[in-house]
Each structure stands twice: as structure tokens, then as C-alpha cells.
């Protein structure tokens, strides 16, 4: 086995597909959405709409990638340049300037060489951030939406008889569907949590996760309230979860 400190020179394996962009714009942006693009396709390939599902409708799919680009510019906007700008005026006012000298100063970001030794003080984990309030709400979210409320219904609901091909197709479409479905979602989570543990390992302090961990449950409980609870029921209904007074019948 090797050594701990092995781990900082090792690279994720190319075998794993997108285990070097899941941190990258625009593919952090988009990656999330790949189950909300899919019940899209489905929606609006669908021959016979008015067979579709209720919650498989565009309107209520639309309004939950709102959603979801609403979480991802809070954590962009606030749990990461705002914090960031928080973290360094405390930083500043309890440690003030480090007159030392940084030794890691040339290999930093030029954005970041203009403070003074950024994260030697306190660095809070900000991709921990990234993982478990971007990646991981909405990723959740949606999955469990889409296996709440499967829309690869409105894929097979097309009235043909057994023999004809398009059925058959759809048939086979409807077996493919759930699976590729989750495959994807265990695969992004699997990247996910790899690069939660990447991070914790080599680059912050058990400390700076935990503020991290903490930041992202301000996205985290609300989406998970709103999934779980029946109390929001406006803000239920609006992306397609049923109320008390709202029951789906798919």
C-alpha cells in the first residue's frame, strides 16, 4: 500500500469518465441537469400528449430546472464569493497581514496571490460546498422526483397494439430508461463523494470541511423539506409534487 502523501501526486483515473470536469464551468452547471434534459426529450417527443402524466408535463419540469438554477447561483453568488469575502475580512481582523514569507505563493491562482498567503490562516472547504449543495440536492431532487413519478410513461403511452414495431421500440425504451437513469445517478454520486473525500484528505483542515459540510446544509434542508414535507404545498405544486389537495393519478 502506498503512503498517505501519495494521493496529492495521483491522479483520478482516466477510466472514470468526467471525474476531472465535475469541478469546471460549464460542466458543473450541466451535469446536474442530465435527469431534467431526459424527462424533457421525453416530454416533448411524446406522440400522444394528452396520455402524458400529469407530472411529466414541461411545464412543472421547467420549473424545477429554475429551481435548480436558483440553487446553483446561491451557492455560486453567496455560499462561495460571498462567503469567500466573509471568510478573508475575519481572517484579517483576528490574524491581520502575515508579514512571514508565503512559500506556495507562485503556484497559486493569480486571483488568489493578491491576498496574503491565501488559506494559510483559514480556507473554508468551498468544494465541499460544491459537491453537497450543487451536485447533490439537485441530482437527488430530480432522481427521486423521476422515480416518484416515472417519465418514461409518457415514452411508451402511444396506443399501439403489442405486434407493432413503434410499440416494441417504445417497449424497449421504457426497460432502458429507468436503468440508464440510475446508473447515471450512482456514477455522478459515486464522483461526488470521491472528490468530497479528495478534498477533506488532502486540502483542508478537518475544521474547514466542517464549515463547508455546514454551509451546504442552508440548500440541503430547504430542497429536502420541500421533497419530504407536504407543509409547502404552493411551492409543491409548483414543481409538480402533489398536496393533500393535489393527488397525481399517473
Not at 450541466?30 to 396520455?51: D, G, H, K, M
Not at 430542497?223 to 389537495?245: A, K, M
Request: net charge negative; proline share 6%; charged share 15%.
Amino acid at each position: 500500500m502506498g503512503l498517505y502523501e501519495d494521493g496529492l501526486c495521483v491522479s483520478l483515473p482516466k477510466i472514470l469518465p468526467f471525474a476531472k470536469i465535475i469541478t469546471r464551468f460549464p460542466e458543473s452547471w450541466l451535469l446536474p441537469f442530465i435527469p431534467l434534459f431526459l424527462r424533457l426529450i421525453v416530454a416533448y417527443t411524446s406522440n400522444e400528449p394528452t396520455t402524458t402524466p400529469e407530472s411529466n408535463s414541461i411545464r412543472y419540469t421547467c420549473t424545477r430546472g429554475i429551481l435548480y438554477t436558483f440553487v446553483m447561483c446561491v451557492r455560486g453568488f453567496i455560499l462561495y464569493l460571498s462567503f469567500n469575502a466573509i471568510e478573508e475580512g475575519i481572517v484579517l481582523a483576528v490574524v491581520g497581514d502575515n508579514d512571514n514569507s508565503c512559500w506556495y505563493e507562485h503556484i497559486l491562482k493569480p486571483h488568489y496571490q493578491k491576498e496574503s498567503c491565501y488559506g494559510q490562516a483559514f480556507d473554508f472547504s468551498d468544494h465541499v460546498v460544491l459537491f453537497l449543495s450543487h451536485y447533490l440536492p439537485c441530482l437527488v431532487f430530480e432522481a427521486l422526483y423521476c422515480f416518484l413519478f416515472p417519465f418514461w410513461r409518457g415514452a411508451t403511452k402511444d396506443g399501439g397494439s403489442p405486434g407493432n414495431n413503434n410499440h416494441q421500440h417504445r417497449s424497449i425504451l421504457q426497460s432502458i430508461l429507468p436503468w440508464s437513469l440510475l446508473l447515471m445517478f450512482v456514477y455522478v454520486n459515486f464522483l461526488t463523494f470521491l472528490a468530497v473525500y479528495r478534498t477533506a484528505s488532502y486540502f483542508h483542515t478537518p475544521i474547514e470541511t466542517v464549515v463547508g459540510f455546514l454551509s451546504s446544509l442552508l440548500i440541503q434542508v430547504p430542497l429536502g423539506f420541500l421533497l419530504l414535507s407536504e407543509r409547502w404545498e404552493g411551492s409543491r405544486s409548483r414543481v409538480g409534487l402533489p398536496t393533500d389537495s393535489s393527488k397525481y393519478t399517473d
